[in-house]
């Protein structure tokens, strides 16, 4: 500012000096010409600068705000004071930035809508999912394990109780005398008496246990890390239940258990063919026996 007078200072001092100097009216108007010249230039010089000074102080000033405000580390409505030729640009930039905060609520709020119901529907999934594993593993009469889980699972057992020196029983277990219960009181008693068998079976067995429906009127206990001596007990214990359960149905020949037991130890190979094997002649040793002693006229034809 202080420039701009001196320069218009200056070119003034300089017009006198040439009028004087000047003696013909010609040369006085191109001076004058000169001067006026000059005057509006240094005018149109200053009013140019006073206006860079206006707006050169809103913009930083704005620029600033924003890059606070972008950071966060300034509110929105900081940019309210922001004056001068910015001021209206500084309300539409605050104007922008309140809807773009607002929309980013509402992309937030939506993703974890989505979330929710992306986890909902995996919870119900993960639930259908294991509802039917549970039905492809379960036997549908007697709620045991059918004997596909009985494939995967014994060989996983064995190898558990190998590995750890852990004892290993397993009973095979036949329903005698059941084809004449289906013949005399038909296929819902029968059913009924698996039933009732898969029930004693599950209330008398241990929790680390496994029960297994292998087909048919024919059961398979795995007990693991159990001595024979428990696992004998258990087997008594169980036809003790079924025999009395049994004598409840009026037919010639009320419907009995035989149960084989057979140890890891007393297989050679330990594979699962070999115990289960074991324990089917185990179990038609003590079906023989338990023939014999019901009298001739109880086959073993007749089971």
């Not at 001076?31 to 809103?58: C, D, F, I, S």
């Not at 993960?126 to 014994?154: C, H, K, P, V, W």
């Not at 038909?186 to 039933?195: I, P, T």
Request: proline share 4%; net charge positive; hydrophobic share 45%.
């Amino acid at each position: 500012m202080s420039s701009l007078l001196w320069g218009i200072e200056g070119i003034g001092f300089g017009g006198l000096l040439l009028l004087l100097l000047t003696d013909r009216l010609a040369d006085v108007l191109l001076v004058l010409q000169l001067l006026t010249a000059a005057g509006m230039l240094l005018a149109v010089l200053w009013a140019g600068g006073r206006r860079r000074r206006l707006w050169n102080q809103p913009l930083a000033m704005l620029e600033n705000l924003l890059t606070e405000v972008r950071d966060g580390r300034e509110p929105i409505d900081a940019l309210s004071s922001v004056g001068g030729k910015m001021a209206p640009i500084a309300g539409a930039c605050q104007q922008l930035l309140r809807e773009l905060r607002e929309e980013q609520a509402r992309c937030a709020r939506l993703q974890d809508e989505i979330r929710q119901r992306i986890a909902t529907r995996t919870v119900a999934l993960e639930r259908t999912i294991g509802a039917l594993r549970q039905q492809a593993s379960r036997d549908a009469l007697t709620g045991l394990f059918n004997r596909r889980m009985l494939d995967e699972y014994l060989p996983e057992v064995i190898g558990r109780c190998k590995s750890e020196g852990r004892a290993l029983c397993v009973l095979m277990i036949d329903v005698d005398y059941f084809k004449p219960l289906n013949d005399t009181l038909g296929h819902a008693a029968g059913d009924q008496m698996l039933k009732s068998i898969g029930q004693i079976i599950r209330s008398t067995i241990r929790d680390t246990d496994a029960a297994f429906r292998c087909g048919g009127d024919e059961f398979v206990v795995v007990l693991e890390g159990c001595p024979p001596e428990p696992a004998r007990a258990l087997a008594d214990r169980i036809t003790s239940l079924a025999n009395a359960l049994g004598k409840t149905f009026r037919v010639p020949n009320p419907p009995t258990l035989s149960i084989g037991l057979a140890t890891l130890d007393e297989v050679r190979e330990p594979t699962a063919l070999a115990l289960l094997r074991r324990a089917d002649q185990v179990l038609y040793e003590v079906k023989a026996k338990n023939h014999q002693a019901r009298g001739p006229t109880r086959s073993k034809q007749s089971a």
